[in-house]
């Protein structure tokens, strides 16, 4: 079992692929020429198999791919044929671009459940977030991915004044759509332009969304980090991942692995435990991951602050979202 000292358990795991994506959203990757880890110091995918398996027998059951975006990787159905070999409940957050080539293999690895990231319903501004013209693609491969009976949850990062103007088309959206809507609340990484007033909060999205809509509250589980509603008729619903202003840092039950193998037990944690070179150096790694669990601050990496107004950004030791992955 992978307790804390704040008796939290932890048993999803959330893996990286790559660092490297074919989409460039500012408030993701900071520097557009940013150098990608080259691929003798990520981990391979039997590597990654590995690390799964020891973090499995600790107690995981449930992982997560994501990066960058996992599938820009070469081998992801290769990873993720190998990790569905495992008793977890298999999931993956992807930018949705390419979703069209992994349907078969998301059925077959039984993954039923994926999280695509689109910020706006308008193909100018997605062109404007993204540095790419491909809004339709994305668009597309969500309703491919509800046509195959994939449970879908569409990721919005809002923040004020850059598509908090869309909330409500967003909850439309799930009129007719078996879709979950979770609305993230712009967070603060290295370089990426983060600013307190750029964010649009859990209450204002909430009142933005009353007076269109009327909606009840459905039941959390435990270890959501979502706030969860749903809209009277809706077939689908919307939620809201409010880290900025109500953190669920109480039931946190996630562990992290970059795509170079560094373990964060938060993903605002500033230490890192390089659990690749001990892999290769041939050590056991199990030590080092309970002590790297013992070491988890009790909130928020144990630096961002309650009061997200008072943030200094330049005093935040971390890496870039896409570096962590998300
Ligand atoms: N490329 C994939 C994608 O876009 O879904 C997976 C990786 S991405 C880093 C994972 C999630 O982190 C996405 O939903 C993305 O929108 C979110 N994200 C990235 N930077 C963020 C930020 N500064 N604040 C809030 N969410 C962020
Ligand atoms: Fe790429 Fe996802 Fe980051 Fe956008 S949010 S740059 S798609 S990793």
Redesign the pocket.
Known sequence: MLADLHQRVHNYLRI?LTDA?N?R?F??MPNEEVDVTPMGKLMSKEEIFEFAKIFVSLGVTKIRL?????LVRKDAADIIRLLATLPVKLTI????VLVHKFIEVFKNANLQSV???L?TLDPNRFLALTKRDQFQEVKDNIERLIENNFSVKV???TMKGINDQEINQFVAWTKSNPLHVRF??????TA?G?MSEKVFTYQQILETIQEEFEFIKIKDEINDTTKKYKVLNHAGTFAIIS?MTAPFCDTCNRLRLTADGKMKNCLFSKSETDLLTLMRSGTDITAAIKENILAKEKSLGGQLLTDFTKIETDQLANRS??A???
Do not use: A, L, R
Request: with cysteine; proline share 6%; hydrophobic share 35%.
């Open positions: 990286s994506c989409f959203c408030y993701c994501t990066g960058g975006e996992p957050t992807t930018n949705g999280n695509v990231s910020d990721n919005v990062v993230i609340e712009f967070m603060p990484f990426n983060w880290t979202m896409i962590i992955g998300g």
